[in-house]
């Protein structure tokens, strides 16, 4: 059975955990729900038996092998880090939805907007709701930084498009492009507007806000 517990960090410090393990977790058959409005941790029990086993999976508790170590072992290390690595990338853009979630809950009347429904890797829209008057709502989220220091690189800037398209093609009263880095966002508020002729683009971390009408900032 698993052990059901409330958000992430305030579950691993009731059983002790370091909250800096939330990768290990996720790597150990943890799951992550949303319920209600509010987040659930699914921490299978053997996570919590003992310190011993607790300390187990802390992050950085074992050191990297050595160059001498067989190159099983090397491979089980950085297979195990490749792991941990693609789970932050799911929490980032689980939080990142949230994050989008409270933004359009404090400007719209939303009657039920559960981001946990839709995979993070699934097709469509990132946000795809209505309002209590009736009005469609749609969102794509990025969490690109970009990787240069004022540009996109290339495949940043495929990806990229490909959000700008969803929004293009589809029919809402309200569209809405949000990231998650300051400079992602002032990239494509000077170099993208052309894209994103009607949508607002809005950090979500910083709060900035602009209205891309096909003209740059």
Known sequence: MHRLLAFPVLACQEVGIDPTLLPALHATNASFTESRGYQKVRIHPQLVAS???????????????SMETPPQVWFKYLADMKAIQGNVNNDISF?????????????FEIPWFDAALKSQSANGLDIDERSIAGERIIGEIKTTTPHYAVKFGANQIVSLKKGFQKLKKHQAEHKFMFVTDDRAFSV???????????VKLVCLTSGDEHYCDSHPV
Do not use: M, T
């Open 51 to 65: 310190g011993e086993q607790r300390g187990a999976y802390r992050i950085g508790a074992h050191q990297p092998p």
């Open 95 to 107: 939080v990142s939805c949230l994050l989008a979630k409270d933004y359009l809950r404090q400007r």
């Open 188 to 198: 494509i508020a000077h170099s993208f507007c052309s894209d994103l002729g009607g």
